[in-house]
């Protein structure tokens, strides 16, 4: 594969200064739902509000210092592009996003807030990498994809990393898939801490580009989606972590708009932890009973709690 556990190692020494160690929270209630032990590793409480601050600071750190004077740009719905603006702001460089004109609010704002400069784009009608690109090539900047690269894949698999350095052996790991680094970083992890878990990924059946891959043997395009969970809008598995996700994962479950936001209740009104939709994904998964009746602990990572109040409201 193109990317290794001992990536992941290097990736983690290399962001230890910047990120949050999260927390593993447990609770009692969730566990009697679900019919399994579960352990979920908050990245709600992550720096920028998501996991994606780890691939970004992997991979910003991991730019020469030439590249780095040029400046970064990415394209996101938001967390990536957060995670972006807090590593360029950390490494001394600048940083350039390409986000849809509907992207939600609290991360638009909080890009700006991290220093972030915003373009805007349509997704019904443009084509985010086809400017992203551009971008860069006008300016010499670096591009920073948002999934679909060796220092990314890395930086995110720490995640699970830590989380299984706390909890010991589980029977599964569960993450969302958008793009994939989050699910193939967490397979690569969890396959080499410990072999006999298995890994399962939990997309929205409104966004199922990675049911219907895997069911091909290919990545499949998919049309603009509508689901809430913004961050997982992502029209096809990328290029790297489809085959690591292909050779790693178990299965891709499928989860309803009800399912997603039933979740994001569960987690805000009985565990008092806030996720947005694309966080509560994965424990959709696992309350929505969609998880072999075998696996007895699970461990899940909540992706990011950036989430409009607009959507808060409306639970």
Same mark, same amino acid.
């Given at each position: 594969?193109?990317?290794?556990?001992? @990536?992941?190692?290097?990736?983690?020494?290399?962001?230890? #200064? $910047?990120?949050?160690?999260?927390?593993?929270?447990?609770?009692?209630?969730?566990?009697?739902?679900?019919?399994?032990?579960?352990?979920?590793?908050?990245?709600?409480?992550?720096?920028?509000?998501?996991?994606? !601050?780890? =691939?970004?600071?992997?991979?910003?750190?991991?730019?020469?210092?030439?590249?780095? $004077?040029?400046? +970064?740009?990415?394209?996101?719905? =938001?967390? $990536? /592009?957060?995670?972006?603006?807090?590593?360029? *702001?950390?490494? =001394?460089?600048?940083?350039?996003?390409?986000?849809?004109?509907? &992207?939600?609010?609290?991360?638009?704002?909080?890009?700006?807030?991290?220093?972030?400069?915003?373009?805007?784009?349509?997704?019904?009608? @443009? @084509?985010?990498?086809?400017?992203?690109?551009?971008? /860069?090539?006008?300016? *010499?900047?670096?591009?920073?994809?948002?999934?679909?690269?060796?220092?990314?894949?890395? =930086?995110?698999?720490?995640?699970?990393?830590?989380?299984?350095?706390?909890?010991? #052996?589980?029977?599964?790991?569960?993450?969302?898939?958008?793009?994939?680094?989050?699910?193939?970083?967490?397979?690569?992890?969890?396959?080499? !801490?410990?072999?006999?878990?298995?890994?399962?990924?939990?997309?929205?059946?409104?966004?199922?580009?990675?049911?219907?891959?895997?069911?091909?043997? $290919?990545?499949?395009?998919?049309?603009?989606?509508?689901?809430?969970?913004?961050?997982?809008?992502?029209?096809?598995?990328? &290029?790297?972590?489809?085959?690591?996700?292909?050779?790693?994962?178990?299965?891709?479950?499928?989860?309803?708009?009800?399912?997603?936001?039933?979740?994001?209740?569960?987690?805000?009104?009985?565990?008092?932890?806030?996720?947005? #939709?694309?966080?509560?994904?994965? +424990?959709?998964?696992?309350?929505? *009973?969609?998880?072999?009746?075998?696996?007895?602990?699970?461990?899940?990572?909540?992706? *990011?709690?950036?989430?409009?109040?607009?959507?808060?409201?409306?639970?």
């Amino acid at each position: 594969m193109s990317v290794s556990y001992a @990536d992941v190692e290097q990736a983690a020494s290399r962001i230890a #200064p $910047h990120i949050n160690r999260t927390p593993v929270m447990t609770s009692r209630t969730l566990d009697d739902r679900s019919g399994k032990r579960v352990f979920l590793k908050c990245e709600n409480f992550q720096r920028g509000g998501s996991f994606k !601050l780890r =691939g970004g600071v992997n991979f910003l750190f991991s730019m020469s210092d030439d590249d780095v $004077h040029r400046g +970064v740009v990415a394209f996101s719905s =938001g967390n $990536h /592009a957060q995670a972006v603006a807090i590593a360029a *702001g950390l490494r =001394g460089s600048s940083a350039t996003v390409v986000m849809p004109d509907d &992207a939600s609010k609290s991360k638009a704002e909080g890009v700006r807030a991290y220093g972030g400069r915003i373009i805007f784009y349509n997704r019904f009608r @443009d @084509d985010r990498e086809a400017i992203g690109r551009n971008l /860069a090539a006008e300016t *010499g900047a670096t591009l920073v994809p948002p999934f679909d690269h060796p220092w990314i894949i890395a =930086g995110q698999g720490t995640a699970a990393r830590e989380m299984l350095s706390e909890t010991g #052996p589980l029977d599964a790991v569960v993450t969302c898939v958008g793009g994939g680094g989050l699910l193939s970083g967490s397979a690569i992890s969890a396959h080499a !801490l410990h072999p006999s878990t298995r890994v399962f990924g939990v997309e929205p059946a409104l966004a199922n580009d990675w049911a219907l891959s895997m069911e091909a043997g $290919h990545p499949v395009a998919i049309p603009p989606s509508t689901t809430i969970a913004d961050g997982l809008r992502s029209p096809q598995p990328g &290029a790297i972590t489809f085959p690591i996700v292909r050779k790693l994962v178990e299965k891709i479950i499928l989860v309803t708009e009800e399912e997603i936001l039933d979740a994001m209740r569960f987690l805000l009104f009985r565990m008092k932890i806030l996720v947005e #939709p694309s966080g509560a994904v994965s +424990v959709a998964g696992v309350l929505s *009973g969609k998880l072999p009746a075998e696996i007895r602990s699970v461990g899940v990572i909540v992706s *990011g709690g950036n989430v409009d109040m607009e959507v808060v409201r409306s639970l």
